[in-house]
C-alpha cells in the first residue's frame, strides 16, 4: 500500500481525480527581495474530498488523517523557517474548503531555491531535480522549467495520471519596476507592467504543447 503524506500541499492531488488549481505568485523588490506564495485550491472538489476522507485508501495509497496533514505542513513550515535567507513562513491548510497555501519571505531568490531544495532532500525525492526555479540578476527575472515533468509523468499509474487532465494553473509575477519584455508571448502583463499573469493547463505543460518559463527583463 502506498503512502503519500510527503508534501500536504500535493498529497491531495494523487488521492483524489478532482478538478484542482495551482497558484504560484512571486513578489520582486528591485533590491533583490521578496514574497512568495504558493497554492494549492481543491474547493471545486470539496463534496466528493470530504466522502473519500472517510475511507482508509484509495488507487492504492493509504490515505492520511486531518492531523496528520496538519503535522506535515507544520513540519514543512519549520524547514522552511530554517533556512538562511527565508522568514515569515506561514501554512495555511484549509480543511474545509481544501485550499492549501504557503507563503514566505526571501532575501535574495536563491535563498527561495535553497528551501526548495532543503525540502527536496528532506523527502528524499529523486536527486537529479534541479530545485533552481527562479533566477534574478541584472534586472531580469527567470522562471525556469527544470523538472523533467514528461518523464515523471509517464511512470505514474493510469489513475494517478487522470489527476492531471482537468488541472489548471497560474503564475503571477510583480515587480517594483516597469516590464521592458517578457519572453513567454501566453502570459499577459498588467496595465501598469509592473505585474505579468500566465495561465494554463497542467496536463498542456507535462506534454510541452504550453511552457511556463518566462524571462521578464525589467527597465
Do not use: W
Not at 496538519?70 to 513550515?77: D, F, G, L, P, Y
Not at 538562511?84 to 481544501?98: F, W
Not at 517594483?176 to 498542456?204: E, F, R, V
Request: hydrophobic letters at 35%; one cysteine or more; aromatic letters at 10%.
Amino acid at each position: 500500500m502506498k503512502k503519500i503524506y510527503f508534501i500536504p500541499l500535493l498529497c491531495f492531488v494523487f488521492l483524489f481525480q478532482s478538478c484542482f488549481e495551482v497558484i504560484e505568485e512571486v513578489k520582486m523588490k528591485d533590491d533583490g527581495s521578496g514574497h512568495f506564495n504558493f497554492v494549492i485550491n481543491f474547493s471545486q472538489s470539496k463534496t466528493k474530498i470530504n466522502s473519500i476522507l472517510k475511507m482508509q485508501k484509495i488507487n492504492g495509497y493509504t490515505i492520511p488523517s486531518k492531523d496528520e496533514i496538519k503535522k506535515e505542513a507544520s513540519k514543512i513550515e519549520a524547514l522552511a523557517q530554517s533556512t538562511a535567507g527565508i522568514s515569515n513562513v506561514k501554512t495555511n491548510v484549509d480543511l474545509t474548503n481544501y485550499i492549501f497555501a504557503i507563503d514566505l519571505d526571501f532575501e535574495k531568490i536563491s535563498n527561495l531555491n535553497a528551501a526548495f531544495l532543503k525540502l527536496k532532500n528532506s523527502k528524499k525525492l529523486d536527486p537529479s531535480i534541479n530545485t533552481d526555479y527562479f533566477i534574478f540578476s541584472d534586472k531580469k527575472f527567470v522562471r525556469t522549467q527544470k523538472i523533467p515533468v514528461k518523464t515523471l509523468y509517464d511512470k505514474l499509474e493510469k489513475a494517478d495520471k487522470e489527476v492531471f487532465q482537468t488541472a489548471k494553473y497560474t503564475a503571477v509575477y510583480k515587480f517594483d519596476s516597469t516590464i521592458k519584455s517578457y519572453s513567454n508571448k501566453n502570459a499577459t502583463p498588467s496595465k501598469s507592467k509592473k505585474a505579468i499573469k500566465l495561465n494554463g493547463a497542467i496536463i498542456n505543460v507535462i506534454n510541452g504543447s504550453e511552457k511556463i518559463e518566462n524571462t521578464i527583463t525589467l527597465n
